[in-house]
């Protein structure tokens, strides 16, 4: 890609307000010696070039580029008469207040938002329609490309070879077809019939073997857009007319005339217009273009916008380029407050009067005929060719938007002038040359002025939905107006929307061949995507689960359960279903004060519970486990244990009471009553000496005779499952599941005693701890563990073991994430394939960074900072990449801890012989609670696996504490009976 001269391409400075002051100035001395001259006020001028004013209120106000006074400037100062008022009013007229410019971009911001909504979309005259290019050239793309443009009179092909350097240098050939106006005017079929025969004949002079061969298709037309290689056309423009085509999709009617032809190598892979062209042309890997102006014939721009701002589409992740379709802005009323006579003149003649009003203000196609009518209204009132017959003038056409641009152009331009007057058949006079010399860049420069409130909107609208205090972004533009006008038009843009949208700053990029090229660009960037969506589907495939697989899952946790709970299968069994005996969930009746510990890491809690009729109230105390204590003797833990209790016993005034006590000790036990429980392994960093293999109440309440505390009396030791369960069991009678979804994850649930073969009795419910972290231990889990976890597995400290807690648990998904990112950065499908050291390091990419990257609507940019905050440098979509991994993940994470429910689910409904089954499920656990789509993929997939139980959700609230009281009340509560 050609780089842009300084001339072409200038960001705005700060300093540029200072020179629009002393600009501002020049202008204002030229007026003052006129009598007629209006007082300065509302009409303050707004458009100034760099070196010399662009509008101006009297005849001979404008200085040329040398920043001399003209000859314009010379017959201003002289006394008109009469004649000089019709050309102030003209100019000023013609001139846009700044305050009016801020007034238009705040509205077209509010269409733009209107276009972008889908409730709002369809009466927003700023359409905000969806291209589906999510992504712009990243300098990789290479191969060989076709390109169809259909142009206003012509239909011009290209073939475009893409080196993979940059795109600094592809190689192009190109041939150009005249379009017959009976085909424009035609049948849609022959229309396409004729593109077709086109390619055909451009592709019989290439020797290309490539098969297929990809197309890219240019068509500058209003389209919704359903996918990259699917459009509705809206409505012809531009001269073109053909039946049967509106409401048709323009890619399949091109592909079928395209195969007509029998050229069957050849497939339609994108749509777009010139100015998706324009956005692409102008990007490479190392400077990104954002937004794109064409201001040619026709106006329009696009801009890529946050995609969960597109409502129109389902993309919520990423960036989609918008094309605005901003040529119709105005037609809801908008801008009647800037329209001038000449502008009504020139609507009323048009094809399609009321509408494109904005194109209109701005288009090539409208601009000289804007032109000619403020001359035949000056003619009108004398101030203009007096003497001439100006029947001529009155011809539609007879002043060109190119002549419009020649004429503005400093002493060469007052001779262009002459010149075409004269061909009209005019004698015009040097003060006739002159104005319209003045009339001509008020035209232009209002243009531009317009273009630039335009671009402010989009600007402003970004930066807001990036949450920038500061945007800084490269716009590509092309067409007529600025290719023949850099200077004067790209400055006006330029300055006028520095002052519109301060905060932003702005580089204008010449695009070169921006339809051609663009369209190649578009084309090779969604090979490129779709081939990088191939290879990462492939590598993320293993983690997507069907629903067979989740059925499947779910059988095998019924047949590990009905093992667990066998009298003689359970020493074998990998999820061990141990009994609680806790035989009763909370019924409302339970009264009393207890006394609750909890102990679970390094932090020991002590509570008072207090179960009423009005509810339950707590209060508590957290106290540290030294090290010294968790890795000391047995006795010196469970004798600091007690020192807590008691301390906290005394700032309650509670001493002097006996309160029945819940112990929640939450490490590894076989429990052999509700009040004996044999410590099997300590975990969580306690090494206490002699307590494995003995009873941990029998050693809380050695520890209280050591103490001489004589008023303790443990009725029930938990794990924290269970006191979820019976936490939220208070609140709502119908839960009798616990799930835990944090660091770890496990379950319980209310068994049939007849159902629990280790243990003696049939009549009634016990809680059954089902310890289904070690799911999968004995292999069965094999089809579904990946790569990417036996890699997250080996480095574990219990290799082979909880593995089933090793796919869905909070301790490991981060770890899981980390080893597929590498993988991918492996196969170059992230961050260009560059080493990235800190990915190497184990746990550097927490659980946590889960929760964060899938909030919805986070934006990509803040996905960036959590990825730069690890020393990773990612690009805008590396993170769209990286946050769909963390999704996979997560994804399946929720699905498995589904299936484990849904077997439990119904297996409780078969025991209880009903058909449908209403259950609620307690549940805790960070990543449950915390993960934004967790819990509802979680739901979501149980409904799908057991579709006859009703299973309601229920978080608990201090379920460790507050549990484990519970346990202590029902026990005493049954105890009464």
């Given at each position: 890609?050609?780089?842009?001269?300084?001339?072409?391409?200038?960001?705005h400075?700060?300093?540029?307000?200072?020179?629009w002051?002393?600009?501002?100035?020049?202008?204002?001395?030229?007026?003052?010696?006129?009598?007629?001259?209006?007082?300065?006020?509302?009409?303050?001028?707004?458009?100034?070039?760099?070196?010399?004013?662009?509008?101006?209120?009297?005849?001979?106000?404008?200085?040329?580029?040398e920043?001399?006074?003209?000859?314009?400037?010379?017959?201003?100062?002289?006394?008109?008469?009469?004649?000089?008022?019709?050309?102030?009013?003209?100019?000023?007229?013609?001139?846009?207040?700044?305050?009016?410019?801020?007034?238009?971009?705040?509205?077209?911001?509010?269409?733009?938002?209107?276009?972008?909504?889908?409730?709002?979309?369809?009466?927003?005259?700023?359409?905000?329609?969806?291209?589906?290019?999510?992504?712009?050239?990243?300098?990789?793309?290479?191969?060989?490309?076709?390109?169809?443009?259909?142009?206003?009179?012509?239909?011009?092909?290209?073939?475009?070879?893409?080196l993979?350097?940059g795109?600094?240098?592809?190689?192009?050939?190109?041939?150009?077809?005249?379009?017959?106006?009976s085909?424009?005017?035609?049948?849609?079929?022959?229309?396409f019939?004729?593109?077709?025969?086109?390619?055909?004949?451009?592709?019989?002079?290439?020797?290309?073997?490539?098969?297929?061969?990809?197309?890219?298709?240019?068509?500058?037309?209003?389209?919704?857009?359903?996918?990259?290689?699917?459009?509705?056309?809206?409505?012809?423009?531009?001269?073109?007319?053909?039946?049967?085509?509106?409401?048709?999709?323009?890619?399949?009617?091109?592909?079928?005339?395209?195969?007509?032809?029998?050229?069957?190598?050849?497939?339609?892979?994108?749509?777009?217009?010139?100015t998706?062209?324009t956005?692409?042309?102008?990007?490479?890997?190392?400077?990104?273009?954002?937004?794109?102006?064409?201001?040619?014939?026709?106006?329009?721009?696009?801009?890529?916008?946050?995609?969960?701002?597109?409502?129109?589409?389902?993309?919520?992740?990423?960036?989609?380029?918008?094309?605005?379709?901003?040529?119709?802005?105005?037609?809801?009323?908008?801008?009647?407050?800037?329209?001038?006579?000449?502008?009504?003149?020139?609507?009323?003649?048009?094809?399609?009067?009321?509408?494109?009003?904005?194109?209109k203000?701005?288009?090539?196609?409208?601009?000289?005929?804007?032109?000619?009518?403020?001359?035949?209204?000056?003619?009108?009132?004398?101030?203009?060719?007096?003497?001439?017959?100006?029947?001529?003038?009155?011809?539609?056409?007879?002043?060109?938007?190119?002549?419009?641009?020649?004429?503005?152009?400093?002493?060469?331009?007052?001779?262009?002038?002459?010149?075409?007057?004269?061909?009209?058949?005019?004698?015009?006079s040097?003060?006739?040359?002159?104005?319209?010399?003045?009339?001509?860049?008020?035209?232009?420069?209002?243009?531009?002025?317009?273009?630039?409130?335009?671009?402010a909107?989009?600007?402003?609208?970004?930066?807001?939905?990036?949450?920038?205090?500061?945007?800084?972004?490269?716009?590509?533009?092309?067409?007529?107006l600025?290719?023949?006008?850099?200077?004067?038009?790209?400055?006006?843009?330029?300055?006028?929307?520095?002052?519109?949208?301060?905060?932003?700053?702005?580089?204008?990029?010449?695009a070169?061949?921006?339809?051609g090229?663009?369209?190649?660009?578009?084309?090779?960037?969604?090979?490129?995507?779709?081939?990088?969506?191939?290879?990462?589907?492939?590598?993320?495939?293993?983690?997507?689960?069907?629903?067979?697989?989740?059925?499947?899952?779910?059988?095998?946790?019924?047949?590990?359960?009905?093992?667990?709970?066998?009298?003689?299968?359970?020493?074998?069994?990998?999820?061990?279903?141990?009994?609680?005996?806790?035989?009763?969930?909370?019924?409302?009746?339970?009264?009393?004060?207890?006394?609750?510990?909890?102990?679970?890491?390094?932090n020991?809690r002590?509570?008072?519970v207090?179960?009423?009729?009005?509810?339950?109230?707590?209060?508590s105390?957290?106290?540290?486990?030294?090290?010294?204590?968790?890795?000391?003797?047995?006795?010196?833990?469970?004798?600091?244990?007690?020192?807590?209790?008691?301390?906290?016993?005394?700032?309650?005034?509670?001493?002097?009471?006996?309160?029945?006590?819940?112990?929640?000790f939450?490490?590894?036990?076989?429990?052999?009553?509700?009040?004996?429980?044999?410590?099997?392994?300590?975990?969580?960093?306690?090494?206490?000496?002699?307590?494995v293999?003995?009873?941990v109440?029998?050693?809380?309440?050695?520890?209280?005779?050591?103490?001489?505390?004589?008023?303790?009396k443990?009725?029930?030791?938990?794990?924290?499952?269970?006191?979820?369960?019976?936490?939220?069991?208070?609140?709502?009678?119908?839960?009798?599941?616990?799930?835990?979804?944090?660091?770890?994850?496990?379950?319980c649930?209310?068994?049939?005693?007849?159902?629990?073969?280790?243990?003696?009795?049939?009549?009634?419910?016990?809680?059954i701890?089902?310890?289904?972290?070690?799911?999968?231990d004995?292999?069965?889990?094999?089809?579904?563990?990946t790569?990417?976890?036996?890699?997250v597995?080996?480095?574990?400290?219990?290799?082979?073991?909880?593995?089933?807690?090793?796919?869905?648990?909070?301790?490991?998904?981060?770890?899981?994430?980390?080893?597929?990112?590498?993988?991918?950065?492996?196969?170059?499908?992230?961050?260009?394939?560059?080493?990235?050291?800190?990915l190497?390091?184990?746990?550097?990419?927490?659980?946590?960074f889960l929760?964060?990257?899938?909030?919805?609507?986070?934006?990509?940019?803040?996905?960036?900072?959590?990825?730069?905050?690890?020393?990773?440098?990612?690009?805008?979509?590396?993170?769209?990449?990286?946050r769909?991994?963390?999704?996979?993940?997560?994804?399946?994470?929720?699905?498995?801890?589904?299936?484990?429910?849904?077997?439990?689910?119904?297996?409780?409904?078969?025991?209880?012989?009903l058909?449908?089954?209403?259950?609620?499920?307690?549940?805790?656990?960070?990543?449950?609670?915390?993960?934004?789509?967790?819990?509802?993929?979680?739901?979501?997939?149980?409904?799908?696996?057991?579709?006859?139980?009703?299973?309601?959700?229920?978080?608990?609230?201090?379920?460790?504490?507050?549990?484990?009281?519970?346990?202590?009340?029902?026990?005493?509560?049954?105890?009464?009976?």
């Amino acid at each position: 890609m050609a780089s842009p001269s300084r001339r072409h391409s200038r960001r705005h400075s700060r300093s540029q307000p200072g020179r629009w002051r002393e600009d501002m100035g020049r202008a204002r001395q030229c007026q003052r010696p006129s009598p007629a001259a209006p007082e300065d006020g509302p009409h303050t001028l707004v458009v100034i070039g760099r070196r010399f004013p662009l509008y101006s209120r009297l005849p001979g106000g404008s200085r040329d580029a040398e920043g001399s006074s003209s000859l314009a400037h010379q017959l201003g100062n002289q006394d008109d008469g009469p004649a000089c008022a019709p050309m102030q009013r003209a100019l000023l007229s013609l001139t846009i207040p700044l305050e009016m410019l801020q007034l238009v971009k705040s509205r077209m911001m509010e269409a733009m938002l209107k276009g972008l909504s889908r409730e709002t979309h369809a009466q927003s005259c700023v359409q905000m329609l969806p291209t589906f290019i999510c992504s712009t050239p990243d300098g990789t793309e290479k191969g060989n490309l076709l390109v169809v443009e259909l142009c206003q009179k012509h239909v011009r092909t290209l073939w475009v070879k893409l080196l993979g350097d940059g795109n600094h240098s592809p190689e192009i050939m190109y041939k150009i077809f005249d379009v017959p106006e009976s085909v424009m005017q035609g049948k849609g079929e022959e229309l396409f019939g004729f593109i077709a025969q086109c390619v055909r004949q451009f592709l019989s002079g290439i020797d290309s073997p490539q098969t297929p061969i990809p197309l890219g298709f240019v068509f500058p037309f209003s389209c919704k857009q359903k996918k990259l290689d699917e459009a509705e056309l809206i409505s012809w423009s531009k001269g073109f007319c053909c039946s049967d085509v509106e409401g048709k999709d323009v890619v399949q009617l091109l592909q079928k005339a395209i195969n007509s032809q029998e050229i069957y190598n050849v497939d339609v892979v994108a749509l777009l217009n010139d100015t998706v062209g324009t956005i692409m042309t102008c990007s490479s890997g190392d400077k990104p273009c954002e937004i794109a102006l064409v201001v040619d014939t026709g106006t329009n721009s696009c801009f890529m916008a946050e995609a969960q701002l597109v409502e129109m589409v389902e993309e919520t992740s990423g960036r989609m380029c918008v094309n605005t379709e901003w040529g119709s802005f105005g037609e809801d009323g908008s801008l009647n407050d800037i329209l001038t006579p000449y502008d009504q003149r020139v609507d009323q003649e048009s094809c399609d009067p009321g509408l494109k009003r904005f194109e209109k203000l701005v288009g090539g196609l409208y601009l000289g005929e804007i032109v000619r009518h403020v001359l035949i209204s000056l003619t009108a009132e004398k101030a203009l060719f007096v003497g001439s017959n100006v029947t001529s003038l009155r011809t539609k056409d007879v002043i060109r938007t190119e002549q419009v641009l020649d004429i503005i152009d400093g002493e060469d331009g007052m001779e262009t002038a002459r010149k075409i007057l004269e061909a009209l058949g005019l004698s015009p006079s040097e003060r006739d040359c002159c104005r319209v010399q003045q009339v001509c860049r008020a035209v232009v420069s209002r243009a531009a002025a317009l273009c630039a409130a335009g671009l402010a909107a989009i600007l402003t609208h970004m930066r807001q939905a990036r949450d920038l205090d500061q945007l800084s972004v490269n716009v590509g533009v092309e067409g007529q107006l600025y290719q023949r006008q850099p200077s004067r038009f790209g400055e006006i843009l330029q300055s006028v929307t520095g002052l519109l949208a301060p905060e932003c700053t702005t580089t204008l990029l010449h695009a070169v061949d921006g339809t051609g090229r663009g369209a190649a660009m578009v084309t090779a960037v969604a090979l490129r995507l779709a081939a990088q969506r191939r290879e990462v589907d492939q590598l993320l495939a293993p983690l997507r689960l069907s629903y067979d697989d989740l059925k499947h899952v779910q059988a095998l946790m019924r047949q590990e359960m009905e093992l667990g709970l066998g009298r003689d299968t359970h020493a074998n069994a990998c999820v061990r279903m141990l009994p609680t005996y806790v035989c009763a969930t909370p019924d409302g009746k339970e009264q009393g004060e207890f006394l609750a510990l909890d102990l679970g890491g390094t932090n020991f809690r002590v509570l008072v519970v207090h179960v009423g009729k009005e509810g339950i109230r707590m209060a508590s105390e957290i106290y540290v486990i030294p090290t010294t204590a968790m890795t000391g003797t047995g006795e010196a833990l469970f004798d600091h244990i007690m020192e807590c209790i008691i301390d906290f016993q005394q700032k309650q005034d509670l001493m002097a009471q006996v309160l029945p006590l819940g112990f929640t000790f939450s490490f590894p036990c076989q429990q052999l009553g509700l009040d004996k429980a044999v410590l099997l392994n300590w975990t969580k960093g306690f090494n206490a000496s002699g307590c494995v293999g003995e009873d941990v109440v029998r050693l809380l309440r050695e520890a209280a005779q050591r103490k001489e505390h004589l008023g303790l009396k443990v009725v029930a030791v938990i794990n924290d499952t269970v006191g979820t369960m019976m936490s939220c069991g208070y609140d709502d009678p119908n839960c009798e599941i616990g799930l835990i979804v944090g660091t770890g994850s496990n379950a319980c649930y209310m068994e049939e005693m007849r159902n629990v073969g280790t243990v003696e009795g049939e009549q009634g419910r016990m809680c059954i701890n089902m310890e289904w972290g070690a799911f999968g231990d004995n292999g069965c889990l094999g089809s579904i563990f990946t790569t990417f976890d036996e890699l997250v597995d080996e480095k574990t400290i219990n290799a082979g073991k909880q593995r089933f807690e090793k796919l869905i648990s909070g301790m490991y998904l981060g770890e899981i994430v980390r080893h597929i990112l590498v993988a991918m950065v492996e196969k170059q499908l992230l961050f260009h394939g560059k080493p990235c050291s800190s990915l190497m390091e184990r746990n550097i990419f927490q659980t946590k960074f889960l929760s964060t990257i899938e909030v919805d609507g986070l934006a990509l940019r803040q996905v960036q900072g959590i990825l730069q905050d690890l020393g990773i440098q990612a690009s805008f979509e590396d993170s769209v990449l990286v946050r769909k991994v963390c999704h996979t993940v997560s994804l399946r994470a929720a699905q498995l801890c589904a299936a484990g429910l849904a077997a439990v689910v119904e297996k409780m409904r078969e025991n209880r012989g009903l058909d449908k089954m209403a259950v609620t499920v307690g549940v805790d656990g960070t990543l449950y609670k915390l993960h934004p789509c967790f819990s509802q993929n979680v739901q979501e997939t149980l409904r799908e696996l057991a579709p006859n139980c009703n299973v309601t959700f229920l978080q608990s609230e201090d379920g460790s504490g507050k549990g484990a009281a519970l346990v202590a009340a029902v026990a005493c509560r049954g105890a009464e009976l």
